[in-house]
């Protein structure tokens, strides 16, 4: 089964599982993306290829489960949110990644954390995985990505660790 299309009309569909099946590379955008809540569910997947869901949207749901996934796994976040599809300040995002080389970023804009949260988890599977930190600012005089000792304890496994920025990478400050 070919998974390289848009999830259309999803009308509030919370949860959503995908069974990657086939054998190729994948790139999937959830068009609703302030729809699905709930956990979205990655599996099967084959090693050496990618599973991309890295559209330029973030991921609002509360879970993201990808741990059964063999595929290298792309994906974008921003925060949890709430019943009226407003970020929550403190995401409590659950994520879980497989045994491919999978990329995890956070890039809630305008947050000085990026979206990446002390109540958040990552927990990174098997491979040589990424976190990366993007989070683009509108006030790039004055605000800074800051992430302090709190955002990392839930954070586990991560091989490398990068911030992404387009515009000015020495505006960022690692506390």
Do not use: C, P
């Amino acid at each position: 089964m070919d998974f390289d299309h848009l999830v259309e009309n999803s009308n509030m569909i919370e949860n959503i599982t995908i069974h990657d099946n086939d054998t190729e590379t994948n790139n999937v955008s959830l068009t609703n993306i302030y729809d699905h809540r709930g956990t979205i569910t990655i599996d099967g997947g084959k090693e050496g290829t990618s599973f991309n869901l890295d559209d330029g949207n973030g991921i609002v749901a509360a879970n993201f489960d990808a741990s059964d996934s063999k595929s290298d796994v792309i994906a974008r976040f921003y925060t949890s949110v709430d019943e009226e599809g407003k970020h929550v300040e403190n995401g409590a995002q659950n994520i879980k990644t497989g045994s491919g080389n999978d990329t995890v970023i956070f890039d809630l804009k305008d947050d000085t954390h990026a979206g990446l949260s002390s109540s958040d988890t990552v927990d990174a599977g098997e491979g040589n995985d990424i976190l990366a930190i993007d989070g683009n600012l509108t006030n790039m005089d004055t605000d800074r990505i800051q992430l302090s000792d709190s955002e990392w304890k839930n954070v586990s496994i991560l091989k490398i660790f990068i911030f992404v920025m387009v515009m000015v990478l020495m505006n960022m400050i690692l506390l």
